[in-house]
Every structure is written in C-alpha cells, then in structure tokens.
C-alpha cells in the first residue's frame, strides 16, 4: 500500500464520507483507486467475471496489451487477493485465472461501470449539430 493512500485528518474533512472512514488509516476511495488502477486491471476483471480464463484467453480479448504488461496486471491482481493463479502440472504449463471470493464482491462495480459507458454511449451528441 502506496504512502499516499495514508489518510490523515484534513483529508478527511474534506470528504463527505468522512464519519465513515475516519476510523480506517486507509481512505477506502484511495485504496479502492490504488486496487483498480493500471490500464488493463478493469476489463481482466470484467472478463474474469463471467468464466475462469486461461493466459492466452485473456490476451486474446486484449490484444493491445503487452504480454509482460498483462503479465505484470495480473501478479498485482493476484498479490491484492482479487485474482487467483492455478498452475496445473502439464506439459505445455497450463495457467488459469479467476476471481477470488473477494474479487466477486467487485463484479457489481463493474456492472454499474458498465452500465454507465452504455448511458453515456446513448447520450452522446451527434457529431453534425454539438
């Protein structure tokens, strides 16, 4: 956990939370930015939502991403207990992911981001009249 995210008292009074998270050191909005930030943590757990995907799967639906960039998104997905690695003991290495019984309790943030783009998609101007 990032120094930053240390909440102290002037931070809290700035937020209209603050009688809830004056007892954490932890600000929950700063952590929960600090869980979900990096380019691609929020659409592997969006695919993770609905099947447990192999690496190759979720390259396949991130075709942008970098190997080592997907690589290094899901260590930290991992080591923050959102995502688990099974390692089956085959040749070629076989390597599922999915989310943890923790990282389902995130599955309806995703759904009302989701949910959000669509709203916004539909609301969007038309490019002729601004």
Same mark, same amino acid.
């Given at each position: 956990m990032s120094a930053n995210m240390i909440c102290n008292k002037p931070m809290h009074e700035e937020c209209y939370m #603050?009688?809830?998270? %004056? #007892?954490?050191? /932890?600000?929950p909005m700063? %952590? /929960? @930015?600090? $869980?979900l930030s990096g380019k691609w943590k929020i659409l592997i757990l969006w695919y993770l939502s609905s099947k +447990? $995907?192999?690496?190759s799967e979720i390259k396949k639906r991130l075709p942008q991403v970098t @190997? #080592?960039? %997907? +690589?290094? @998104? $899901?260590r930290s997905l991992e080591e923050d207990r959102l995502v688990s690695r099974k390692v089956y003991p085959v040749v070629?290495?076989?390597v599922e992911?999915? $989310? +943890?019984? %923790?990282? +389902? #309790?995130?599955i309806p943030i995703l759904e009302l981001m989701h949910a959000f783009g669509s709203q916004y998609l539909s609301t969007e101007p038309d490019p002729g009249n601004p």
């Amino acid at each position: 956990m990032s120094a930053n995210m240390i909440c102290n008292k002037p931070m809290h009074e700035e937020c209209y939370m #603050k009688d809830q998270c %004056l #007892k954490y050191n /932890v600000c929950p909005m700063a %952590l /929960v @930015q600090e $869980l979900l930030s990096g380019k691609w943590k929020i659409l592997i757990l969006w695919y993770l939502s609905s099947k +447990t $995907l192999r690496f190759s799967e979720i390259k396949k639906r991130l075709p942008q991403v970098t @190997q #080592k960039m %997907l +690589t290094s @998104q $899901l260590r930290s997905l991992e080591e923050d207990r959102l995502v688990s690695r099974k390692v089956y003991p085959v040749v070629p290495s076989r390597v599922e992911y999915s $989310l +943890t019984e %923790l990282g +389902t #309790k995130i599955i309806p943030i995703l759904e009302l981001m989701h949910a959000f783009g669509s709203q916004y998609l539909s609301t969007e101007p038309d490019p002729g009249n601004p």
